[in-house]
């Protein structure tokens, strides 16, 4: 079946609530991309091929070539944040990029000024910035969100509107009472509830205005079951959570290999240091507990101990964060993995990870509001889980697991697409290329 998917005609508005590290690394990089000085490593949509058909068919096209996403060229960026700097200050304080780099789309990012942020210091104590909207009430904040995707929308001629949550991790909160109902989650908005966090509140505002939303941190948003609810209501495509990035991203990339060759894993103890503003909020334990949880989840289902008891039953987690300023967004991690092999002969792995947050998460952002785009113009709404390529907790159907191994997510990814552009989806089975030897020598 071939979907009817609508042409990324326009320009396509990339709003994104926090303005921080993340954030203003996707927008120089894409601007500096635009003006011929760099490439778009690391995003899958651009760089990445997609092969179609059988191998001996050599049609391997770039997936920016094979399904109709919207150009480099054509991206307006906006968002919001409590702190009022435009996004070559916020890029300059966030040392992620080299001066020379910025220097050279410096007017392309000084024209980009927050709009004022819904923030609420309860669920984000170690921050503190005065650009945020003076409403009071819960539903006069979805308004004024709404009125400042109408605005930005309109001023910049934009044809659609993707938002992708950059912002702050908030504390940890559970998806129990009004966040399981949508009518509880109304009447909870109306009585002004203080448990309803801001992001939920552009969350809110964005479904209400058609416009697909992702939540790149862990915090409870687009994963609530009522907004689950509302998005389907508004026919709006949803995405979450929590960008996979550095120590996560290679968890998922050995864990599977580990288990694929069915070697036990007995213990995988993983520390960080960061010292960026993410690194300052998650210094919070109210705030860590949301990361913790988020990080936690990925080994329990690659490293099944329930299918598997002999190998992961006594498999022992445990995930450290730890605040180093001195390391700014050079994050570093550390991992120790002992694991067991044949008659039970125990080795080790470490991996020291001496990484760029922000270098990783930028073009993740980029691909998630490209593919958003897609699904929302190809009509598929609701729960988006072929993008859990790209996340640490990926968002599915009520009670289906997650599913965490890289390697899968990306042939889920690769077949959606091929799904919906009417191409046969490839199970690598590979059989068929030797009956056909076996039939020409007959
Ligand atoms: N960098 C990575 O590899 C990575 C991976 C996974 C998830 N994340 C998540 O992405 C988010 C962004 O990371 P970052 O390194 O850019 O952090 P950052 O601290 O540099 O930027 C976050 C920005 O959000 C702003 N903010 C906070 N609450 C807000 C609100 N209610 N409205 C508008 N703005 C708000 C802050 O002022 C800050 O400028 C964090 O939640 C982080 O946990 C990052």
């Given amino acids: 079946m071939k979907y009817k998917i609508k042409e990324a005609t326009g320009k396509l508005g990339i709003l994104m609530p926090g303005l921080g590290a993340v954030a203003t690394t996707l927008i120089a990089g894409v601007a500096s991309v635009n003006k011929g000085l760099s490439l778009p490593i690391g995003s899958v949509s651009q760089m990445s091929r997609i092969r179609l058909g059988k ?14 996403l919207a150009g480099l060229q054509d991206i307006v960026f906006g968002g919001w944040d409590l702190y009022a700097d435009n996004v070559f200050e916020a890029a300059s304080k966030a040392k992620v990029l080299e001066a020379h780099q910025l220097e050279a789309v410096r007017e392309d990012l000084e024209k980009i000024v927050p709009m004022k942020a819904v923030f609420n210091r309860d669920f984000v104590k170690n921050l503190d910035g005065d650009h945020v909207k003076t409403q009071t009430t819960h539903r006069e904040l979805i308004e004024a969100l709404r009125a400042d995707i109408k605005t930005f929308k309109a001023e910049n001629n934009l044809d659609r509107v993707v938002i992708v949550w950059c912002g702050s991790t908030e504390k940890y909160i559970d998806a129990e009472d009004i966040f399981t109902e949508l009518p509880k989650l109304e009447q909870a908005l109306d009585n002004n509830d203080d448990r309803i966090p801001p992001s939920m509140l552009y969350c809110y505002a964005a479904i209400l205005e058609g416009v697909p939303y992702v939540n790149g941190a862990p915090n409870l948003t687009c994963d609530a079951p009522a907004i689950v609810e509302l998005a389907l209501e508004n026919n709006v495509a949803i995405a979450g959570k929590d960008f996979k990035t550095g120590q996560t991203l290679m968890k998922t990339i050995v864990a599977p290999g580990l288990q694929a060759r069915a070697l036990g894993v007995e213990g995988w103890f993983s520390t960080n240091i960061l010292g960026n503003r993410d690194g300052l909020v998650l210094d919070d334990p109210d705030n860590f507990k949301t990361k913790e949880v988020s990080k936690l989840s990925v080994l329990e289902e690659i490293l099944d101990a329930n299918k598997n008891p ?12 730890n605040y180093y300023p001195p390391h700014g967004d050079n994050k570093e991690s550390w991992d120790n993995i002992d694991i067991f092999g044949w008659m039970g002969y125990k080795m080790q792995i470490k991996i020291n990870f001496l990484c760029r947050d922000s270098i990783l998460a930028a073009p993740v952002v980029l691909d998630l509001a490209l593919f958003i785009d897609l699904a929302q113009r190809s009509e598929m709404y609701g729960v988006q889980e072929w993008l859990s390529f790209y996340l640490k907790s990926p968002q599915t159907a009520p009670g289906l697991p997650a599913e965490h191994d890289i390697f899968k997510q990306l042939m889920k990814l690769q077949n959606t697409l091929r799904h919906i552009k009417g191409e046969d989806l490839i199970t690598h089975l590979g059989l068929d290329y030797y009956q056909e030897l076996i039939e020409s020598i007959q």
């Fill in 310 to 321: 002999e190998l992961y039953g006594d498999l022992y987690h445990k995930v450290r964060i």
């Fill in 55 to 68: 191998r001996t068919e050599d049609r391997n096209p770039l997936i920016k070539d094979f399904v109709p």
